[in-house]
Structures are given as C-alpha cells and as structure tokens.
C-alpha cells in the first residue's frame, strides 16, 4: 500500500481506501456483519486503513456494520462520515442542515460506530443554500473543539462546485470529497486547482463511474431491480457504458485489471489524495488495493509526501 497526507489535515491515508454505500443496501444486496468482517480485515491485510460511509447508507445501517465487525484498534484506522441526509428508506431521503441536524446525526454516527470520534465528518452534498445554512458550520466547528470530529469535510454535490471549493477555508474544511474519474473529469478545470491551493486533501469518489469503469458490463446491460445503478442512473448508461468500451480498446494496456487501471488513472492528479472505491466483497477490495502497483509517481506532489 502507498501512503499520502491528506492535504492541510495531516492525516496519514492509504492511497486507496474503501467506500461502504454498499452496506446501506441500495446496490442489489443486503449486508450482514458476516458479509462486512471479511471486507474490512481484507482491507486491513492490504495495508488500507480509510473508510468512508455516511448516515445515510441505510439509516446509519453502513456506520453500525463497521462499528461492529473494525478489525484491530481503532487507532489504526481512519473513518470519515457525512452529515445532512436522512434515511428514510432506500433511494428515499431529505436534506437536513440545521445545527441541531448535524449534532443529533453525529451522535448517531458515533454510537453506530462505535466509537467516541470520527477523524473526518463532511458535509453531505447540499446545495449552496444549504451549505450556508446559518450556524451549521459553527455547530460543526464545536462537535470539532469538544473532541468529537478530529477534521471537517466537503463532499460536494455538483463535480464543478467551485463556489463550495473555494469557501472551504472560511468553513474550517481541510478536505473535499468529490466524483472525479476517467468519464467524468469536471473537476480538473476548477474544483482540483482550488484543492491544490488551499492545500486540501481530496478523497476521489465513485472512482469506478459506479462499476462501469471495470469494463465487465455492456451497453444494454440491465441491473437488479434493487440496485441504484438500475433506480437512479438510467439515463445515458448505454452511451457511458459504449465510451467505456472504447477507453478498455485504446487505453487500458493489454493484460492489465481495468478497474486497477482507472483507480490508479485518478491517483495521478497531484490534486489527488486517496480513491475510495465502494466494494462489495473482499476479493474487490484486493483487487482494488492492486492499483497502487500501477500508481506511478505515489508521492508525487510535496502535499502529499508523508
Ligand atoms: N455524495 C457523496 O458523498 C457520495 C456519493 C456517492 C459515493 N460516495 C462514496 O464513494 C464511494 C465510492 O463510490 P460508489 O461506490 O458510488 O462508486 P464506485 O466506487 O465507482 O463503484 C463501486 C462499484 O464498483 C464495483 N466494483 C468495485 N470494485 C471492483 C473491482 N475491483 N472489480 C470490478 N468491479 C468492482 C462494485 O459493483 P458491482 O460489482 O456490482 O459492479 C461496486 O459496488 C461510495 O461507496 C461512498 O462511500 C459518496
């Protein structure tokens, strides 16, 4: 495993870490805590030690499965978490901001996972209203002084959120969370520029374009009826799914693990921290943590030099 500093923060993160909105059950699959253990003491064997969930993968359900099944010391790990959506059922939530919102999920979030801190909670994708709801960031600031949160995030919505961005120094953020991948690079022309000045840490989500990029599905292809790739992202599938095609025929060097090859394509920008790539069993999170025999300049930028 490749180690980088996670911008302004200092924490020290694995340079692929695992995203838990699986367990939340929104991808064609209930989880138990005997489908979890396995998945994180693989993540543990591979050297990873950053996970990211959220209090709305499930109501709180992913934060729970962690909290029950972390293998070794919780010290060794680093666990970032999001505020502002409520659970209601799958593919179901609200947005809710107020102060009191974000303090009464953080306690929810710490008794699921058991623990008496997060080491990074975010902001979960509000808009720009929402984001500037009064006292929100200050709440967020004494769940931070009170020893709760270690550091605070932004996990923008919208890939081109500069505004969000570029505000993250007057909010406290040290780090932004955004979707950044071979198929959706938007972030490159303002988000990731802003990062690398404001030295924040940037966490790549949906490194994979949601499993696209693996390049083991087809146009055409169709998802279990309880899977969000088949509930929410229908539209334009087919023409992501023929554009990955063509990335697979003229990109991916033959012989080489295409997903491997599109984490380790995201770990290249110098604005870049971390991927973390969701995984539904351990053999994904080995697969994954491959990648990082594909990075080929793991600490390329002085941020990140650990
Ligand atoms: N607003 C937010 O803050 C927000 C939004 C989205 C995601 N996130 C975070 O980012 C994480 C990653 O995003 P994501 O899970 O949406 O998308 P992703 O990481 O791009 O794709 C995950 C999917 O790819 C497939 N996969 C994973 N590893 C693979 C491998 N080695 N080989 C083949 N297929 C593989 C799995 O699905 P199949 O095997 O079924 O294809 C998995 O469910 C989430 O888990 C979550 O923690 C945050």
Sequence with gaps: MNY???GRSGLRVSTVGVGTWQFGGEWGRVYTTADVAPILAA???????????????????????????????????????????????????????????????????????????????????????AFATEGMWEAAALARKQG?????????????????????????????????NRLQREPEAGVLPSCLRQNLGVLARVPLASGFLSGKYRPGHVFAADDVRE???????????????RIAATEVPAGVDMAAWALAWCLRHPAVTAVIPGCKDAAQVRA????????????AHPQHTV
């Excluded at 994954?288 to 600490?299: E, F, Q």
Aim: hydrophobic content about 45%; glycine content about 8%.
């Design 148 to 180: 709760k949160v270690r550091f605070l995030g932004n996990s923008i919505g919208a890939n081109d959120n500069v505004f969000q961005t570029d505000a993250s120094t007057s909010v406290g953020a040290d780090v932004i969370q955004v979707v950044y």
């Design 288 to 299: 994954n943590a491959a990648a990082v025999a594909l990075d080929p300049a793991p600490h």
């Design 43 to 129: 993540a543990r064997d591979c050297g990873i030690n950053l996970i990211d969930t959220a209090e709305c993968y499930g109501d709180h359900l992913s934060e729970e499965l962690i909290g029950a099944t972390l293998p070794g010391a919780r010290a060794d790990w680093i666990i970032a978490t999001k505020w502002g959506h409520k659970f209601h059922a799958c593919f179901r939530r609200d947005h809710v901001c107020r102060p009191a919102d974000l303090l009464e999920q953080l306690e929810g979030s710490l008794r699921a996972l058991r623990t008496d801190h997060v080491d990074l909670l975010q902001f979960h994708s509000g808009d720009n209203a």
């Design 231 to 245: 509930v929410w992202m229908k539209n334009g599938r087919d023409a992501l799914l023929a554009e990955v095609g």
């Design 4 to 6: 980088r500093i996670l």
